[in-house]
């Protein structure tokens, strides 16, 4: 029984760490599209991410997804606003 709980966890442990390999990677993606298109940092790009994902409730690997596939279909998006007026 405790092999299968063991090999359980290491199996939860794995998907996890996909997953967050995946959303690290669409999240970059992200940041380096803020980038291109607002002439930002990749700390202010990051930031700009933040602040849009709590401005509308959302969890930033969404809105980093969101971006990636506007990108991704040819529709330029702007970087999303950030709430300072810059």
Known sequence: ?????TYWDAHQ????????????STIDQAIGIVMASGGRSP???????VRASQRENRKLRDMAQQ????????????????????
């Open 67 to 86: 971006i990636v596939d506007r990108a991704r279909l040819g529709s330029t998006p702007g970087p999303p606003h950030n709430g300072s007026g810059s």
């Open 13 to 24: 442990l794995t998907e996890n760490l996909q997953r967050a390999m995946q959303s690290r």
């Open 1 to 5: 029984m405790a092999n299968a709980q």
């Open 43 to 49: 700390d202010e790009a990051f930031q700009v991410l």
